[in-house]
């Protein structure tokens, strides 16, 4: 049987999940209500007591949505990071945490780094299959924006060259990230460091001029931190802080690669893109070195990370499952007392002559539809609060969050529905035991 269900499509193996929890409150319906129809008299209930469906229903919608939304948010946390991180086949740094330099190379995070020497990465530069070897430089920012170093080949490589304008001809000229508050033809001053540290004189003279720089161009949309970044030639980077720029004095105009080891200052990190997928696996064997580098895949890291997070999920979950479970017991709870709001109208029923199984079967429906119209409320609200959170954390993160619903936020559902069905089947069955005398004087 294992066999079989692995061998199964993933989308039929999500349908069939969903098929097994949807089952017990499928047959525990049909059992209920097999041979009568009490949909008027439940009509006549909903309506009666609308006030305090409305609010039960509203509660449960809430429950539900919470937990719809964690699970659709994490989710949707996850598929974001990766995309930010798919431009970055392999990254090279001196040896140290491969997360702050995941962090700082990919995600932008202000960190203090070693520096690669020029020897190293012209070793790098060199090696068979290397399509792009893009040295790293940060430091600087523009206001809440980072100002990073690179060359012209990896601004390529990130926008799939969809760039607004044009490309930098000269040094002190900057490509925008689509999100940077500023225009084609805009000049600007780049402050040493980042954010409360930052010093906007850094760059400039004695007379108060230099570090001048002029945009001409702007990346389309990445959903990547990088979407907020300034990026300049490298090059410039390394003049602005007094240093040689990559180049002998006879080619200290050049851009790009390749460099001159002995004028080579350093840099933080290399992003390495080979020209064939196995060379990859190659070069992070040869830059594995100890005491001089480090090289690492950043999905690999982000792998590592999220099965931390998915640690933390798991703890989550149980939380979230004592959760559900006293939200269950509160929704039992709620049921016994709505049950009591129409026992004068249960026991005119019974005094009546009403079989005792229809007023089971009323009472249980009465149930049923406060419990799946709460838990269908609460899918929407699940939504809501996931599209929410995605715009917050989007907005905080810079990275494009997106979280759908998806598979695993209807399993919970259908959980939950399934659950409350069975337990409604208490407050059914302790309406029959209350004596009918007591419910007509009641």
């Known amino acids: 049987m294992r066999m079989l269900w692995d061998s199964l499509p993933v989308l039929a193996q999500d349908i069939g999940l969903?098929?097994?929890l949807l089952l017990p409150a499928l047959l525990t319906g049909l059992l209920v209500l097999h041979g009568y129809a009490p949909w008027p008299l439940l009509r006549g209930f909903l309506s009666r007591f609308r006030t305090s469906a409305v609010l039960f229903v509203l509660l449960i919608a809430i429950s539900?949505?919470?937990?719809?939304?964690?699970?659709?948010?994490?989710?949707?946390?996850?598929?974001g990071t990766a995309q930010a991180a798919d431009k970055f086949d392999l990254i090279v740094a001196a040896p140290g945490s491969e997360l702050t330099a995941l962090f700082a190379s990919v995600f932008l995070q202000p960190s203090d780094m070693a520096l690669i020497s020029g020897a190293t990465y012209a070793e790098i530069e060199t090696q068979e299959h290397v399509a792009i070897a893009a040295p790293l430089a940060f430091g600087d920012s523009y206001g809440n924006a980072p100002v990073v170093g690179t060359t012209a080949e990896f601004l390529r490589h990130l926008s799939d060259d969809r760039i607004e304008g044009s490309l930098w001809q000269d040094h002190a000229e900057a490509v925008i990230g689509a999100l940077v508050p500023l225009q084609i033809g805009a000049q600007f001053t780049p402050a040493h460091e980042v954010g409360d540290a930052a010093d906007a004189e850094a760059?400039?003279?004695e007379h108060g001029h230099g570090g001048g720089i002029t945009v001409t161009g702007r990346m389309a949309p990445t959903g990547t931190p990088w979407d907020r970044a300034i990026l300049i030639p490298v090059e410039y980077v390394w003049e602005i802080h007094g240093l040689a720029n990559g180049h002998a004095p006879d080619r200290d105009t050049q851009m790009g690669p390749p460099f001159d080891p002995e004028y080579f200052p350093g840099t933080p990190a290399v992003v390495i893109r080979s020209d064939e997928l196995w060379a990859n696996y190659a070069l992070r064997?040869?830059?594995?070195?100890?005491?001089?580098?480090?090289?690492?895949?950043?999905g690999a890291v982000l792998s590592g990370l999220y099965r931390v997070m998915g640690d933390v999920r798991q703890a989550m979950s149980l939380l979230a499952l004592v959760t559900q479970v006293l939200v269950a017991a509160s929704v039992l709870l709620g049921l016994f007392i709505l049950t009591r709001l129409f026992r004068r109208q249960i026991a005119l029923l019974r005094a009546l002559g009403a079989p005792r199984r229809f007023v089971f079967a009323t009472v249980w429906a009465f149930s049923a539809a406060l419990l799946l119209s709460g838990a269908v409320l609460g899918l929407g609200v699940g939504w809501g609060a996931a599209e929410l959170l995605s715009r917050v954390v989007t907005a905080r993160t810079d990275i494009a969050i997106s979280a759908p619903l998806g598979w695993g936020e209807l399993h919970f559902l259908a959980g939950f529905v399934s659950v409350t069905m069975l337990l409604s089947l208490l407050p059914a069955a302790m309406v029959l035991r209350q004596p009918v005398v007591d419910g007509l004087r009641s």
Do not use: N
């Open 64 to 79: 539900v949505g919470m937990g719809v939304g964690l699970l659709a948010q994490e989710r949707g946390l996850r598929h």
């Open 285 to 298: 064997s040869e830059f594995t070195r100890d005491g001089e580098t480090m090289a690492f895949f950043p």
């Open 18 to 20: 969903l098929i097994v």
């Open 203 to 205: 760059h400039r003279d």
